[in-house]
């Protein structure tokens, strides 16, 4: 059956004969098989529609059904449309001239999009469907240059190889329809778009132009008579503010001048050819002879020592400086000593943190400490040489966050039983009495102390209670003898179970090859002598006194770091945890119990190293008991006393170093810090009570710096 019987049978349901008469003249072969459209070269069936014929058409739909155009175009094509139910409507459709079939399609489609909807090509099958659902169901992926044209939804992707892609969404998404997506892909730097076909043509010429190659004219600039380091703070400046002017809208930094030391020349990046000339003419200006008379010249350090850098650059150029000699040189002086503070004062509170130096004198190159400056008297040949080294040595030092954790688990079980009895035999008015029984252990744990502290009445017992009986269940039997009671029996059992979790994380920072140290804990006297001094007779005058040092005793930790060319790091390092213990204090002072590590290690940026621990299980056992007498089974419990403990210590000491190079990375680990003891005091805020006033508590402001710059200092929560 001919697709015109087939419509011809559906006339009843159409009633649109000029649709008939167009699809019956198509496909009744009156045309000729010559015209017929071949198939583009390397083109798949499904790459775009297959034009049955090239006989041109003519189109007279004038508020036609959608479903009955859409079924006439698909007559025209050769395919299968698939209609969504929610498609519905009149369609105006005509031409005044004859239109190839292609061309019909094209304007088909025109017509559809400014109705709101659209054709898409999935599965080899033709699609009309809303224009909103078109971004979900199209089929049609291109990569690279896209040949649909027309009105046709199409999935495109954009490799963007200069331009950041989030950059250009910004820019692209008016361009596209609002019913379509644009989204950037920023692991490959790409674009996927979906959008008509031919609004996808247009935005590909727009991706091609602005996806260009960012500024890339270089020039290198020699200097004759000013210094690169100096010139190229002051080209910087001068360009940056020229460039806004010129360019309003436009960030500074549009020209980038770097110096290079070693060849005594500026290095200029520009964004364009007009930028780089001005930026060169500048240059050209500013290196001219300098005006100053003399030989003598101050440099002005940013991040060096003047003092220890004038001293390696007097051991440097000593041999090479004219008029220098080894005995013109001289070192920094020393810091003049501190007097201990009156009062009993510490050393360590009276002592600058670093104390001041003394200008150095003598050599050609001197330093100023007050000013952070070197003084250099050379002529114009040797002064380049040595600002060539200055530049190399003041350069801005790394810095080394190190944090170290110090982990202790101790677990201690002990049990103890035993079992003492006294007993006389016979009367009252025998002669000589027997006496029998067992005593274990000392002090009051034992059954004949405690007996001799309870003749003594109520003094003795409450020198026997306060002098510690022996812990745990005890149970005994008295007997009375004349007018007071003796222990007959005791009986004592006792288990005990103790732990303790200890985490420590002293952290701090310090330069890069520079020592630093902190202690957390208390300052313990210890006695190291005593002198008494007797007066001559009776009336002679006593004067004790004893000396005493104090030492810390806690948490002590010194850290040098040093930082390699691969991003490791380089520590010698000291660790020391010490405390008093209570049990062992004496007359001559306490007990302390220490742990050290002292170790040289290497680790990398960011890595946790573990130092050193100590993994320890102790178990002792002890048993008094009567020979012969304590094996009988059951009733041997009455002639012994049997005590057991273990112990397991757990320490582990771990270190982790963090390299900070910037300024950014230092202000992340402080902002991270700061919020998390914020978040501390929060939580500790004092509750609310009926019966108590609402004191406040301390809390930090919620950024470090005010927005004057300055640091803010904590406030008090004030009370209601």
């Known amino acids: 059956m001919t697709p015109c019987n087939r419509l011809l049978r559906r006339q009843a349901l159409w009633q649109k004969p000029a649709i008939l008469a167009l699809v019956c003249a198509m496909s009744a072969g009156q045309l000729p098989a010559a015209e017929t459209a071949p198939a583009p070269p390397g083109a798949s069936s499904h790459s775009r529609p297959a034009l049955k014929s090239r006989t041109p058409v003519t189109l007279?739909?004038?508020?036609?059904?959608?479903?009955?155009?859409?079924?006439?175009?698909?007559?025209?094509?050769?395919?299968?449309?698939?209609?969504?139910?929610?498609?519905?409507?009149?369609?105006?459709?005509?031409?005044?001239?004859p239109l190839s079939v292609n061309e019909a399609y094209l304007s088909y489609l025109a017509a559809l999009r400014g109705l709101g909807f659209t054709v898409v090509e999935n599965t080899g099958m033709l699609k009309l469907i809303p224009e909103?659902?078109?971004?979900?169901?199209?089929?049609?992926?291109?990569?690279?240059?896209?040949?649909?044209?027309?009105?046709?939804?199409?999935?495109?992707?954009?490799?963007?190889?200069?331009?950041?892609?989030?950059?250009?969404?910004?820019?692209?998404?008016?361009?596209?329809?609002?019913?379509?997506?644009?989204?950037?892909?920023?692991?490959n730097n790409s674009l996927v778009i979906t959008d008509y076909a031919e609004n996808l043509q247009r935005l590909g010429k727009i991706i091609a132009t602005l996806d260009q190659p960012g500024s890339t004219d270089i020039e290198v600039v020699p200097l004759k008579h000013a210094i690169a380091s100096d010139l190229a703070a002051m080209a910087q400046k001068l360009t940056d503010s020229a460039g806004a002017a010129a360019v309003p809208g436009q960030p500074s930094g549009n020209v980038t001048v770097l110096?290079?030391?070693?060849?005594?020349?500026?290095?200029?990046?520009?964004?364009n050819p007009a930028r780089l000339a001005a930026a060169r003419t500048l240059v050209e200006r500013l290196d001219q002879p300098s005006a100053e008379s003399g030989n003598i010249r101050v440099v002005y350090l940013k991040n060096a020592d003047a003092a220890k850098l004038a001293t390696v650059l007097r051991a440097a150029f000593?041999?090479?400086?004219?008029?220098?000699?080894?005995?013109?040189?001289?070192?920094?002086?020393?810091?003049?000593?501190?007097?201990?503070?009156?009062?009993?004062?510490?050393?360590?509170?009276?002592?600058?943190?670093?104390?001041?130096?003394?200008?150095?004198?003598g050599g050609f190159v001197q330093a100023d400490p007050s000013t952070n400056s070197l003084i250099i008297t050379a002529s114009e040949?040797?002064?380049?040489?040595?600002?060539?080294?200055?530049?190399?040595?003041?350069?801005?030092?790394?810095q080394v966050y190190v944090e170290s954790m110090i982990v202790k688990v101790d677990a201690s079980k002990a049990a103890q039983f035993g079992m003492q009895w006294q007993n006389l035999f016979g009367n009252k008015s025998d002669s000589s009495v027997t006496a029998m029984g067992t005593n274990f252990g000392t002090g009051?744990?034992?059954?004949?102390?405690?007996?001799?502290?309870?003749?003594?009445?109520?003094?003795g017992i409450a020198t026997a209670v306060s002098g510690g009986i022996t812990a745990g269940l005890n149970v005994a039997l008295l007997k009375k003898v004349s007018d007071f009671y003796t222990l007959g029996a005791i009986a004592n059992f006792l288990e005990s179970q103790s732990g303790a979790n200890v985490l420590s994380t002293p952290?701090?920072?310090?330069?890069?090859?520079?020592?630093?140290?902190?202690?957390i804990g208390q300052n313990v006297p210890f006695v190291t002598g005593s002198f008494t001094n007797t007066g001559a007779g009776a009336g002679g005058a006593v004067n004790p006194f004893q000396t005493i040092d104090r030492k810390d005793v806690g948490l002590t930790l010194r850290i040098r770091s040093q930082i390699g060319e691969g991003g490791t790091v380089r520590m010698t390092v000291f660790q020391e945890n010490s405390s008093v213990v209570p049990s062992l204090s004496s007359s001559a002072g306490p007990t302390t119990d220490k742990s050290s590590i002292e170790t040289t290690v290497v680790v990398d940026d960011g890595q946790i190293l573990v130092l050193g621990g100590l993994l320890k299980d102790e178990?002792?056992?002890?048993?008094?008991?009567?020979?012969?007498?304590?094996a009988i089974p059951f009733v041997g419990n009455l002639f012994k006393s049997e005590n057991r403990k273990r112990v397991k210590t757990n320490l582990m000491v771990f270190l982790r170093p963090v390299v900070m190079r910037s300024q950014q990375t230092a202000d992340q680990l402080t902002l991270d810090r700061y919020e998390t003891i914020r978040a501390l005091q929060q939580v500790n805020q004092p509750k609310p009570s009926a019966v108590l006033p609402d004191t406040g508590a301390p809390l930090l402001p919620a950024g470090p710096a005010t927005p004057a710059g300055g640091i803010s200092t904590p406030r008090t929560t004030a009370p209601q």
């Open 318 to 361: 000593s041999s090479s400086a004219s008029g220098a000699s080894s005995s013109s040189s001289s070192t920094p002086m020393p810091p003049t000593p501190t007097a201990v503070a009156p009062g009993g004062a510490s050393a360590a509170a009276t002592t600058p943190v670093s104390a001041s130096q003394g200008p150095s004198t």
């Open 619 to 630: 178990y002792t056992d002890g048993e008094d008991r009567v020979p012969g007498l304590a």
């Open 444 to 459: 009051n744990a034992n059954i004949v102390n405690l007996t001799a502290a309870g003749a003594q009445g109520a003094s």
């Open 132 to 187: 909103a659902d078109a971004k979900l169901q199209a089929g049609s992926v291109v990569v690279g240059t896209a040949k649909q044209r027309g009105d046709q939804v199409v999935t495109q992707i954009f490799q963007i190889n200069f331009e950041n892609a989030n950059n250009l969404v910004a820019v692209l998404r008016p361009l596209i329809s609002p019913n379509n997506t644009i989204n950037a892909n920023p692991g």
């Open 60 to 97: 007279n739909f004038v508020n036609a059904d959608i479903e009955a155009v859409t079924r006439a175009i698909g007559v025209m094509l050769d395919r299968q449309f698939i209609i969504d139910p929610r498609v519905k409507g009149q369609i105006t459709l005509y031409s005044e001239q």
């Open 507 to 519: 952290n701090l920072v310090a330069l890069d090859n520079e020592e630093a140290k902190i202690v």
């Open 381 to 398: 040949p040797m002064y380049r040489q040595i600002r060539g080294v200055i530049d190399q040595l003041d350069q801005r030092r790394a």
């Open 259 to 271: 110096a290079d030391p070693r060849s005594n020349s500026l290095i200029l990046r520009a964004a």
